[in-house]
């Protein structure tokens, strides 16, 4: 099975590396400096510095050259996926999905886009505790493909699988995807609590009610609790809450400083997905009748609709209830 990654960017590159090691694998970069950052010094200086890269990556900018290979990992921003797959070759017969988000214009989670846009695919979701640095250099890493049809899924699991790099499979697409992209949002908020020096108990707090927002949305959504208590939501989670090499935490700590999101979005080249998904995520939440109140907190601050003391506050002072509500 010939592997092409769709996007350039640190994720991209780490799973480039990682398909590398079963052979020659396509990696297509929107911008022409990674493609030939990658093509002549082995190494994508703009999104993953500093991390030597395999000689079986072939960088390209060219969407043309997809149509050679039989799966594409798509790895670009979650609001970019649909506008890339109108303009790359017809279907291939899998498409992976590995970014994390729900489309803001249609409300759409990303298998949800695919289907519209690659009919005849076989659509799947690759998604878990992986920060791309740690991947692209080998560190064990494990992570849920949830896919509908199982026997494209062990095929694609048999192409990628490395002992470093763990696999497991599911048929719970819309599981797998809902707690990757609540897990950003909430990741924001942690990372607000960090800022403001509110303690780890907050953190703690934060993560175990976080949760039971994505579980509500999730069942919603008809994703299955143990799914979200797994890789792809709780794992994911508790990783994107406890550190700096994430760009969601790092941006919510900033937030938390006491800077305004607008400064911190400025003139970013790498993408914190959490700062897109809070506002379609509560804007689904809210038709749909589902209580998010730390959803919604991150989306005032970062649309600048409250400071933290106000968003703090306000949800202080919820009324006390049962944990199970
Ligand atoms: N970095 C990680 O550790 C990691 C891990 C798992 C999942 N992800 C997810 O992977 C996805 C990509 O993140 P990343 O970290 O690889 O990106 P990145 O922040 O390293 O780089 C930004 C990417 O956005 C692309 N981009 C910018 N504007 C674009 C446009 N108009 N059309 C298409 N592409 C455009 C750039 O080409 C580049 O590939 C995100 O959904 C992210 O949540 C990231
Ligand atoms: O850096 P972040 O916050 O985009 O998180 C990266 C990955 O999603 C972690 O699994």
């Known amino acids: 099975m010939r592997i092409a990654v769709v996007g350039g960017g640190a994720w991209g590159t ?14 297509w970069a929107r911008e022409p400096e ?5 093509a002549d010094t082995r190494e994508n200086k703009l999104f993953l510095p500093g991390v030597p890269l395999s000689s079986a990556i072939r960088p390209t900018t060219d969407l043309a050259d997809l149509a050679a290979c039989e799966a594409w990992l798509m790895v670009t921003p979650a609001q970019h996926m649909r506008r890339v797959l109108e303009a790359a070759p017809p279907s291939p017969r899998a498409l992976i999905l590995c970014s994390k988000g729900i489309e803001e214009s249609s409300g759409q989670l990303l298998h949800q886009v695919a289907r519209e846009a690659c009919p005849d695919a076989a659509v799947m979701v690759l998604s878990g505790p992986t920060f791309a640095h740690e991947v692209a250099t080998g560190l064990p890493t494990a992570l849920t493909l949830a896919a509908e049809i199982e026997a494209e899924a062990e095929t694609v699991r048999a192409r990628l699988a490395r002992p470093a790099f763990r696999i497991y499979l599911s048929d719970d697409v819309a599981g797998a995807e809902v707690g990757g992209a609540v897990k950003n949002v909430l990741a ?11 303690g780890q108990n907050a953190r703690a707090a934060l993560i175990a009610r976080g949760f039971a927002e994505m579980t509500r949305f ?19 989670l508790v990783l994107t809450c406890s550190s700096t090499s994430s760009r969601n935490f790092s ?43 730390i959803v919604a907190a991150v989306d005032d601050l970062l649309a600048g609709r409250a400071s933290v003391d106000a968003v703090l506050e306000r949800l202080l002072s919820r009324p006390l ?4 509500a």
Do not use: H, N, W, Y
């Not at 780490?14 to 990696?27: I, K, N, R, S």
């Not at 924001?188 to 509110?198: D, S």
């Open 188 to 198: 924001i908020a942690c990372g607000v609590v960090e800022g403001r020096g509110l």
């Open 14 to 27: 780490a799973l480039a590396q990682v398909a590398a090691q079963g052979g020659e694998t396509l990696l």
């Open 321 to 324: 209830r049962t944990e199970r």
């Open 251 to 293: 941006l919510g700590k900033g937030l938390g400083q006491g800077r305004p999101a607008t400064e911190l979005m400025a003139d970013r080249r790498t993408v914190a997905e959490g700062a897109f998904t809070a506002p379609v995520l509560r804007r689904l939440a809210e038709q749909e009748g589902v209580d998010m109140p």
């Open 218 to 236: 999730g069942l919603g959504r008809g994703a299955r609790a143990e799914t979200l208590a797994g890789l792809s939501g709780l794992g994911d």
């Open 34 to 38: 990674v493609a030939a950052s990658i």
